[in-house]
């Protein structure tokens, strides 16, 4: 086997240590040592320093992440129907690695995870509650706007930021050929050399003390959500001992599909968990008040497309002045969410770009926006339309209930409220395992990916073992000692480089595909097949008839940076 830079492997897969790349691995290591000990040590100081640093990016530079939404999303649309859009991931003729049933399940799984299931049934109380633009709480108008928020979260911007990172990542490791899959590896047309030093380093540590902080969000979530559901079947009281055990059967569930691979393993349970999904969205929407939910979710699709651009941008300009109420709902949550995708961004376009091999870049894109976004229509149309609806007419005070016994509970108090309500409770909790396991299997597989040299077909079995439970014992210690919430915001926090690092990826990505294409006999083509030997050969004859420098040197010389 041929391994970049000269090293070979030896013995057996476990032993391969060569093909780590130790810089990154250490490092992350490190990184996420040293912000965790200090949170063990002094829990209080440690989250009143991350809480200020929060307000402070968030207070300072929220309009900086909501412009770097809207900058993504119309990049996107523009490379879509560009020629840069029609260009195949793959060898000619090459049809998709997997079935769209299949690639729509494993994006979205990866992408929203169990913390889906705890937004789309409870965030509009929310809204409900603190609405936005100065709206009276609980008012008519405050309904309306409940309904659409969710949506607009987890929508198209949210997508497209999860979209951007695999454009130039799966362009280089299905085209260019590059076995590599790594952030850094992506802006090499851009940083050139420097990627091979401390600057690619730190742009793939950053990304994995994300991940590893972002994965800790996930777990804050869903972790409480499924022991109030076991709690609810069983009548065992809900404790740090039965969460941390949740954990555990979490983590074992996805460290065996993440050693079993991407086809055997998280293609199966991202299967199961679509349909498991699908089944608990019919029996809402049948057995729930269907015409309500309908209307409503079609009402709140109009509202947000109405109001797309008023939502993106909102800043909230005068609160505080003038005599104008300032409510903080756009830094707490439009532009939490914004940094909350990317932080996850890299991991997600890191998976989508890895399992969108033999499809063309517009299909990726349009797929993962389209796909990814109806799907989080479907889950808070219908599950938080249910809940809403048991608020309004009174057969539920999922307000009171919330404030009484906590988000969790609340959550599992609004699946109670169905009929055949024990089923759906435990298909409810059997789903938000799945979806937490699909997220991190799914996560230990790109992290697993970012500090190997090369990766072939898949990253190495003891790698991802390693990362599948090291994703889980740092979130497990601070569990114990409350501090989950402060690792996440320390992620949001230290995330901030990633929305120039995004910059960097949209230009190597368009630097390096209009190098291609322009070069390519397949310029006009729907769908453009881009051969690296054959564009050296074409450019070579061209450069035996013209004697000037052409731009064979220019392919070359790239080319001969990329082996250096």
């Known amino acids: 086997m041929y391994i970049r830079k000269g090293i070979r492997a030896k013995g057996d897969e476990g032993l391969k240590t060569k ?13 996420l040592v040293g912000v965790t000990l200090p949170l063990v040590l002094y ?35 523009f490379v879509a ?10 060898d000619v003729g090459e049809k998709p690695e997997f079935k769209t049933f299949s690639w729509a399940a494993m994006l979205f799984a990866a992408g929203i995870g169990s913390s889906i299931l705890y937004w789309a049934v409870i965030e509009w109380a929310f809204y409900y509650q603190g609405p936005p633009y100065g709206l009276d709480a609980e008012s008519k108008e405050a309904v309306q706007w409940a309904t659409a928020y969710g949506i607009f979260h987890w929508g198209p911007i949210a997508w497209a930021i999860y979209t951007l990172p695999a454009l ?5 490791y299905y085209v260019r050929k590059k076995p590599v899959l ?19 380093t730190i ?22 959500m499924i022991a109030a559901g076991i709690s609810d079947l069983t009548g065992i009281p809900v404790t740090l001992g039965m969460q941390a055990v949740i954990m555990l059967i979490c983590t074992t569930i996805f460290a065996i599909s993440a050693y079993s691979g991407l086809r055997r393993g998280i293609k199966l349970l991202s299967d199961i968990n679509l349909w498991l999904a699908l089944f608990i969205l019919a029996f809402i929407f049948i057995f729930g008040p269907t015409v309500f939910i309908a209307e409503t979710t079609f009402n709140s699709l109009g509202i947000m497309l109405d109001n797309f651009f008023k939502m993106a941008t909102w800043t909230e300009p005068f609160g505080g002045v003038g005599g104008y109420e300032e409510t903080g709902f756009p830094e707490s949550w439009t532009v939490f969410y914004w940094a909350w995708w990317l932080v996850y961004a890299p991991f997600v376009g890191l998976f989508v770009a890895r ?12 797929g993962t926006m389209i796909y990814g976004t109806l799907g989080c229509v479907l889950f808070f149309g219908i599950m938080g339309n249910f809940g809403l609806y048991m608020q309004l007419t009174g057969q539920f005070d999922v307000i009171s209930f919330m404030d009484q016994n906590g988000t969790p509970a609340a959550i599992i108090a609004i699946i109670n409220q169905l009929p055949l309500a024990r089923v759906l409770v435990l298909a409810f909790t059997v789903l938000a395992i799945i979806f937490l396991a699909t997220t991190f299997d799914s996560s230990s597989y790109i992290l697993a990916s970012v500090v190997q040299k090369e990766v072939k077909n898949e990253p190495l079995r003891w790698n991802r073992l390693f990362w599948a439970f090291a994703l889980c014992l740092m979130p497990l210690v601070l569990m114990f000692l409350g501090g989950l919430d402060t690792l996440q915001t320390a992620s949001i926090v230290g995330g901030f480089p990633l929305i120039f690092i995004m910059l960097l990826l949209a230009w190597s990505f368009m630097r390096a595909s209009n190098t291609d294409i322009r070069a390519s006999d397949d310029y006009e083509s729907k769908t453009i097949n881009i051969d690296r030997k054959q564009i050296l050969k074409r450019l070579r004859e061209r450069k035996n008839k013209k004697p000037r420098r052409s731009a064979l040197d220019v392919v070359e010389n790239r080319d001969q940076e990329d082996k250096d």
């Open 19 to 31: 093909m780590i790349d130790w810089s990154t691995f250490i490092g992350a290591l490190i990184l």
């Open 81 to 90: 129907f560009s020629k840069n859009g029609h260009v195949k991931l793959g």
């Open 355 to 366: 399992i969108s091999r033999g499809r063309t870049i517009r299909q990726m894109i349009l």
């Open 182 to 200: 790594k952030v850094s590896e992506a802006v090499r047309p851009v940083l050139g050399r420097w990627v091979d030093g401390p600057v690619g």
């Open 43 to 77: 829990p209080e100081a440690g989250k009143t320093f991350v809480t200020k640093a929060n307000d402070f990016m968030t207070g300072n530079f929220g309009s900086l992440y909501l412009a770097m939404g809207l900058i993504v999303f119309a990049f996107l649309l």
């Open 203 to 224: 742009i793939d540590v950053l990304f994995m003390f994300g991940l590893l902080g972002g994965a800790g969000t996930t777990l804050a979530l869903g972790t409480p």
């Open 168 to 172: 130039p990542i799966s362009y280089f």
